[in-house]
T-cell receptor
Framework: QKEVEQDPGPLSVPEGAIVSLNCTYSNSAFQYFMWYRQYSRKGPELLMYTYSSGNKEDGRFTAQVDKSSKYISLFIRDSQPSDSATYLC??????????????FGRGTSLIVHP | DVKVTQSSRYLVKRTGEKVFLECVQD?????MFWYRQDPGLGLRLIYF???????EKGDIPEGYSVSREKKERFSLILESASTNQTSMYLCASSFLGQGGSQPQHFGDGTRLSIL
């Protein structure tokens, strides 16, 4: 079992839809959670960064962490064609000894069609 | 805004050549990282560095080496390029943080083809 599981998609939705992207993980020591957006032929761009459980909202994006279920989500409201990209989740335990280095999911490809 | 700059967006080299990929960050970050990204395999960590002249192996260091002579610059070296090193190479940097974990910031990548 991989430490971080993420469905590769593609996930295809109409413009204006609410999108839900998810990752599951197995390491209960993870407490820092990140979402990155990667456009084709570009590097990953940090979208959201959260610590421990709960929700964080930034504009149309909401990150949700459920540590009891080892499950994180990214919701995109009023999705736009410009949201079409690959979304990567990442998480780390923090602390010393290299445990601060994040473990990445393989990414979910999202297509928002007009 | 954090800026991580990779010297080349696209690079074509021949088998057996020594290849240098350069990365510079402008945010005084302690940590720097090199990844390769391949379809279906995701991001794989090659090497990282938490301080000048310090380096640590990641998950796939074979065939690579790194150099960090200055805090802002981290170089990846392919000692003798092979076709299986054709890939997208991504550099990232982050603050060390106090007992926590700071998010990484990435460059736009170098798409390297080995012929």
């Amino acid at each position: 079992q991989k430490e971080v599981e993420q469905d590769p998609g593609p996930l295809s939705v109409p413009e204006g839809a609410i999108v839900s992207l998810n990752c599951t993980y197995s390491n209960s020591a993870f407490q820092y959670f990140m979402w990155y957006r990667q456009y084709s032929r570009k590097g990953p761009e940090l979208l959201m960064y959260t610590y421990s459980s709960g929700n964080k909202e930034d504009g149309r994006f909401t990150a949700q962490v459920d540590k009891s279920s080892k499950y994180i989500s990214l919701f995109i409201r009023d999705s736009q064609p410009s949201d079409s990209a690959t979304y990567l989740c990442a998480m780390s335990a923090g602390g010393a000894g290299g445990s601060y280095i994040p473990t990445f999911g393989r990414g979910t490809s999202l297509i928002v069609h007009p | 805004d954090v800026k991580v700059t990779q010297s080349s967006r696209y690079l074509v080299k021949r088998t057996g050549e020594k290849v240098f990929l350069e990365c510079v960050q402008d945010m005084d970050h302690e940590n720097m990282f090199w990844y390769r990204q391949d379809p279906g395999l995701g991001l794989r960590l090659i090497y990282f560095s938490y301080d000048v002249k310090m380096k640590e192996k990641g998950d796939i260091p074979e065939g690579y080496s790194v150099s960090r002579e200055k805090k802002e610059r981290f170089s990846l070296i392919l000692e003798s390029a092979s076709t299986n090193q054709t890939s997208m190479y991504l550099c990232a940097s982050s603050f060390l943080g106090q007992g926590g974990s700071q998010p990484q910031h990435f460059g736009d990548g170098t798409r390297l083809s080995i012929l």
